[in-house]
């Protein structure tokens, strides 16, 4: 990528429940509450990564773009907000009350189809998975939607030419990995620490937009997505067991005995 040419980066956000509080279900609906969210920690690594790699390259003053996209209800606002702040360059909503209840197939639609309605990004970034449901499948459906090559779990990001490279590290090797652009990367949580946003970043947001997509603008029907367009159905839910006193082993002499045959019992021998 030449640093005269403009880079325009779109970075995947999710709003997500925040992880010091528990989580519940609706036992209507069965979905996850979401009263107290926050942009998905994850996703914090890959607007860090687009940011590091537009800055990398000139910057917003050469002319580069970072983009973030998020798909949720009204308050999924704030988690745009805070990418704003962190430095992206503008923000996109996509808010349709006939999106609730989308699983990772419904949702990856969706999402495809506001790529395409925005055209014109040569990387598409996402987190390694979202912290609510974890299945990390969205990325992949995306990509295979919109016909783009896809880099997964990297953990270092770089752009030679017109093509992205990454490392991906396993358990028992390192992958050197690259895609000709466009293309998809997600990025794992081994990536650099995001930045927290400053002062001069906070009163910046302010003068950033942030657009709002339905689905009428996507030309996408009700029926596509939701609970009606999903693959998937969860038919029941209840609240997980209150966690219950432990075995306490009081040594008497007999403790190592007593423990190894409680283990044994447990089938963890």
Not at 166 to 195: I, K, W
Not at 202 to 225: C, Y
Request: overall charge negative; aromatic content about 4%; glycine content about 8%.
């Amino acid at each position: 990528m030449s640093d005269a040419t403009p880079l325009n980066v779109l970075v995947l956000v999710k709003y997500v429940p925040d992880a010091q509080f528990d989580r519940r279900l609706d036992p209507g609906t069965h979905r996850v509450e979401r009263t107290d969210s926050i942009l998905s920690e994850l996703d914090e690594y890959a607007v860090e990564a687009a940011l590091q790699l537009v800055e990398a390259h000139g910057g917003v003053k050469a002319g580069h773009r970072v983009t973030v996209l998020t798909m949720g209800p009204d308050g999924a606002g704030s988690a745009i907000k805070k990418t704003l702040q962190m430095g992206a360059t503008e923000g996109v909503h996509l808010c349709d009350d006939a999106l609730a209840g989308s699983d990772a197939a419904a949702t990856s639609l969706a999402l495809a189809a506001a790529v395409r309605h925005l055209g014109g990004f040569d990387l598409i970034l996402t987190g390694m998975a979202s912290t609510d449901a974890e299945t990390s499948l969205v990325p992949s459906q995306l990509a295979e939607r919109l016909g783009l090559p896809q880099l997964t779990l990297v953990s270092e990001i770089a752009l030679e030419g017109r093509e992205v490279t990454a490392r991906r590290d396993g358990d028992t090797r390192t992958q050197r990995l690259r895609a000709p652009l466009p293309a998809l990367v997600s990025v794992t949580d081994q990536f650099d620490e995001p930045r927290y946003p400053n002062f001069k970043g906070i009163i910046g947001a302010k003068k950033k937009k942030t657009h709002t997509l339905t689905l009428a603008e996507l030309g996408l029907s009700a029926e596509e997505v939701g609970a009606t367009g999903s693959w998937t159905e969860v038919v029941s839910s209840a609240a997980r067991p209150a966690r219950t006193a432990g075995t306490v082993i009081t040594d008497q002499g007999d403790a190592g005995a007593r423990l190894a045959d409680f283990l044994a019992d447990q089938k963890l021998l």
